[in-house]
C-alpha cells in the first residue's frame, strides 16, 4: 500500500518570501501521479499543482512549482512571493493505478503580513 | 463550466437517523470518488463509481455505508444509522472520460464537501 508523510504539521512565512512544504511517499508503482490541494478556512479542497511520475520536468503553476526527485520519492512544494491568500492548508497526495488517492496528514501553512 | 456540487453543505443528524449526501460531478464527468475526512487528518478514500457501477468499496465500512451513481441524477453516499464517530466531512471528487475535455483524466476536482454533524 502507498503511503504519504508530510513531515511539518505546521509552517510559516513572511508575506513576499518563499516557502518550501515537504513531502515523501512510499510506492512499489512506476508510473504514477502526484498532487498538491490547498484547503484554506472555507474548507474547499482546491488543486494547486499535479506532477507525472514519468515526467522528469518539474511541474509549475505560477508562483507555485514542484521539486520531484523519483529515485529518492520526494515531491516538495515550493510557493514563491507568498501571498496571504496563500494561508491554508496543504496536503500532498498520491495516485496510483488504483485511481484512488493517498493523501499526508497536511501542513498548516500561516503567512505573516 | 460548474464545478463539483454536493448537497447540503452542513447536515446534523441525530443518533440513529439516517444521512444523505449528494454530489453532481462536474460536466462531462463521468468517475465518482468519496471521501471523508476526519479532524486533524487528511481525506481517506472511500469508494469509486462510474455510472450505474461500483469500481471500488475498498475503504467504505463494511456496515451501514452504501453508495450509488444512477444512470440519471447525483451520486448519493447513504449512512443509515448514524453514530457520532460517523461526524466527519465528506468530500466528493469527479474526473473526465480519457479523450474528453473537462481536465486531466488522471486528476480529481473536489466538491466543497457536506460537514456531517452526529448530535
Known amino acids: 500500500a502507498q503511503t504519504v508523510t508530510q513531515s511539518q504539521p505546521e509552517m510559516s512565512v513572511q508575506e513576499a518570501e518563499t516557502v518550501t512544504l515537504s513531502c515523501t511517499y512510499d510506492?512499489?508503482?512506476?508510473?504514477?501521479?502526484l498532487f498538491w490541494y490547498k484547503q484554506p478556512p472555507s474548507r474547499q479542497m482546491i488543486l494547486v499543482i499535479r506532477?507525472?511520475?514519468?515526467?522528469?520536468q518539474n511541474a509549475t503553476e505560477n508562483r507555485f512549482s514542484v521539486n520531484f526527485q523519483k529515485a529518492a520519492k520526494s515531491f516538495s512544494l515550493k510557493i514563491s512571493d507568498s501571498q496571504l491568500g496563500d494561508a491554508a492548508m496543504y496536503f500532498c497526495?498520491?495516485?496510483?493505478?488504483?485511481?484512488?488517492?493517498?493523501f499526508g496528514k497536511g501542513t498548516l501553512l500561516t503567512v505573516n503580513p | 463550466n460548474a464545478g463539483v456540487m454536493q448537497n447540503p453543505r452542513h447536515l446534523v443528524r441525530r443518533r440513529g437517523q439516517e444521512a444523505r449526501l449528494r454530489c453532481s460531478p462536474m460536466?462531462?464527468?463521468?468517475?465518482v470518488y468519496w471521501y471523508r475526512q476526519l479532524p486533524e487528518e487528511g481525506l481517506k478514500f472511500m469508494v469509486y463509481?462510474?455510472?450505474?457501477?461500483?469500481?471500488?468499496e475498498s475503504g467504505m465500512p463494511k456496515e451501514r455505508f452504501s453508495a450509488e451513481f444512477p444512470k440519471e441524477g447525483p451520486s448519493i453516499l447513504r449512512i443509515q444509522q448514524v453514530v457520532r464517530g460517523d461526524s466527519a466531512a465528506y468530500f466528493c471528487?469527479?474526473?473526465?472520460?480519457?479523450?474528453?475535455?473537462?481536465?486531466?483524466?488522471?486528476?480529481?476536482?473536489f466538491g466543497p464537501g457536506t460537514r456531517l454533524t452526529v448530535l
Open positions: 471528487a469527479s474526473s473526465p472520460t480519457p479523450g474528453t475535455s473537462g481536465g486531466f483524466p488522471d486528476t480529481q476536482y
Open positions: 510506492t512499489s508503482e512506476s508510473d504514477y501521479y
Open positions: 506532477q507525472e511520475a514519468y515526467k522528469q
Open positions: 497526495a498520491f495516485r496510483g493505478s488504483n485511481y484512488k488517492l493517498t
Open positions: 460536466k462531462g464527468h463521468s468517475h
Open positions: 463509481l462510474q455510472k450505474e457501477n461500483i469500481i471500488d
